[in-house]
């Protein structure tokens, strides 16, 4: 069994230390008030949490970053934690560790300029990794596709929606953070999951998530300096 288990450790070490960041942060906020443990909003999530009017006056561009890794109680980071460990045993295998943290990082980013985008100048805060694990879910699902696969006959396509039922049916949800985020991760799959028998550059597997992280970034800027915010 350890054996089983260091092995899997070997083969998804991203996975892991992804995982281990979000609950380590979440640990800490847990340390500063115990009320983040049932969704109260606290000062940690003040502090590092996104929202289009806070960052047009604040300039705090670090928040599009941070506000992936902060979770509004003990419920939202553990059906985030366990969704996200589930996919790392199906994609980060078939991409390897730096691959995998790309796509990840660039869905988080396009979670973000999701929110920034479509969540409008409501007051609330965005966080939480829900935009990279439904970019994850996206990766997965367009190279399951350009396998032939219809996803909607896996676990991941009914994952999928699930998931947006979810999103579209509970207040509170950031529909902009999801739907950015599985955009994302669906442009990223179409490159580093294409098949064998469908050649492409090299190159291309590690540059499109990449530029997928940079436009959401500068996405990110315009939204938060062009469009409306609350007075």
């Keep these: 069994t350890r054996v089983k288990y260091a092995n899997a450790r070997v083969l998804i070490p991203a996975t892991y230390a992804l995982v281990g960041i979000n609950l380590a942060v979440f640990a800490w906020m847990v340390a500063q008030d115990t009320g983040t443990l049932s969704s109260n909003i606290t000062k940690a999530h003040v502090d590092l949490g996104l929202n289009r009017t806070l960052l047009h006056y604040s300039h705090e561009w670090y928040r599009v970053i941070t506000s992936g890794f902060i979770h509004f109680g003990i419920v939202h980071i553990a059906f985030n934690m366990l969704v996200l460990f589930q ?8 991409l390897k560790a730096p691959k995998f943290v790309l796509v990840y990082m660039a869905s988080l980013l396009g979670g973000s300029f ?6 409008g100048t409501r007051i609330q805060l965005t966080g939480g990794a829900s935009g990279a694990v439904f970019g994850l879910l996206g990766a997965a699902a367009v190279g399951l596709h350009r396998r032939g ?3 909607f006959n896996t ?6 929606v699930l998931n947006l039922v979810f999103t579209f049916s509970i207040s509170g949800v950031s529909i902009g953070g999801h739907l950015g985020g599985l955009v994302a991760g669906g442009i990223c799959g179409w490159f580093v999951l294409a098949p064998s028998w469908r050649p ?3 190159w291309a597997a590690w540059a499109a998530p990449i530029a997928v992280g940079l436009i959401a970034a500068v996405g990110c800027w315009w939204a938060a300096t062009s469009l409306p915010v609350a007075v």
Excluded at 87 to 94: A, C, F, I, N, Y
Excluded at 114 to 119: E, I, R, S, T, V
């Design 114 to 119: 999701g929110a920034l985008l479509l969540d």
């Design 200 to 202: 492409q550059p090299a």
């Design 149 to 151: 696969v219809n996803v």
């Design 87 to 94: 996919l790392g045993q199906l994609v980060e295998r078939e």
């Design 155 to 160: 676990g991941i396509g009914m994952t999928i």
